[in-house]
């Protein structure tokens, strides 16, 4: 029988839970065209199970995930169709989801990774672990809904400085700043993790379902247009000497030297 994720995640059921764990950890999770198809299938797959309420969003081995997978390059497509395409359906498929998404984060969640955990619907993280801004690094503005997340849990002022900077947001910051729920000791981040999904299991489900239809939309701005003008954004920017210096500065673990063009 064929895996209809290909290999880069699974899906488990037990009981009302579900659990999607990221299966890439040689590569720390970072998301390939394999895996962003996977996760458009298990988010629309989870979607019409009738009797799962919560679902909880893990990555295996060393970190939540790394981001978009930069050594396989962007591809043909340009990056603002790839992104409302390829990421769009599965971060708005949790977004409108009727279940409850939780994120359990340990490591690092960074670059669009980071948009997967905070676009979750709540967030158990390990102490010791962060959000990273990483496009600052390779030119780029945060994608995948980042910003309005950023913004809404932040504030303009500190999430800007994040962003420029391409900071790694740590736990404790996080917590203080509402992008999380609840921190745990590392060892305990599973179960603290499961203890939350069965609470929130155990509420009422139309009326958990529509708080967080009314939550997600009672905002000036939508989420849905924080992406569409992210990718708008991304585009030109994937075409600049800038991005490319970036990129080959990751692969060779230096600082990169930008030039503004």
Same mark, same amino acid.
């Given at each position: ?85 390829? %990421? ?5 498929? @949790? ?16 670059? @669009?990774?980071?948009? %997967? ?20 690094? @390779?030119?780029?503005? *945060? ?53 939350? !999904? ?10 958990? !379902? ?25 585009? *030109? ?13 990751? @692969? ?10």
């Amino acid at each position: 029988m064929s895996d209809p994720y290909n290999g880069v995640l699974t899906v488990e059921t037990e009981g009302a839970i579900a659990t999607v764990t990221l299966t890439r950890p040689d590569a720390f999770n970072a998301i390939n065209d394999d895996m962003r198809m996977a996760l458009i299938q298990a988010v629309a797959d989870i979607d019409g199970m009738a009797e799962i309420r919560v679902v909880i969003l893990k990555g295996e081995g060393p970190g939540f995930c790394a981001g978009a997978d930069l050594k396989g390059g962007l591809g043909p497509m340009p990056t603002d169709h790839m992104l409302e395409s390829e %990421y769009r359906p599965s971060l708005m498929g @949790i977004a409108n989801s009727s279940k409850i998404w939780i994120a359990q984060v340990h490591g690092s969640a960074a670059g @669009i990774g980071a948009a %997967y955990a905070m676009n979750c619907d709540m967030v158990v993280m390990a102490e010791n672990a962060s959000l990273y801004m990483a496009f600052a690094a @390779i030119s780029l503005v *945060p994608d995948g809904g980042n910003t309005w997340l950023l913004l809404k849990g932040m504030g303009y002022h500190r999430a800007l400085q994040a962003i420029i900077e391409g900071r790694k947001i740590p736990a404790e910051e996080c917590l203080q700043h509402g992008l999380v729920n609840q921190l745990s000791p590392v060892d305990q981040l599973e179960a603290d993790t499961r203890a939350l !999904a069965e609470r929130i299991a155990a509420a009422a489900p139309l009326a958990a !379902a529509s708080a967080k239809k009314i939550l997600r939309n009672i905002s000036n701005v939508s989420f849905s247009d924080a992406f569409t003008a992210e990718a708008q954004a991304q585009a *030109p920017l994937t075409q600049s000497a800038d991005f490319r210096e970036g990129v080959q500065a990751f @692969i060779e673990k230096r600082k990169p030297v930008f030039k503004g063009k």
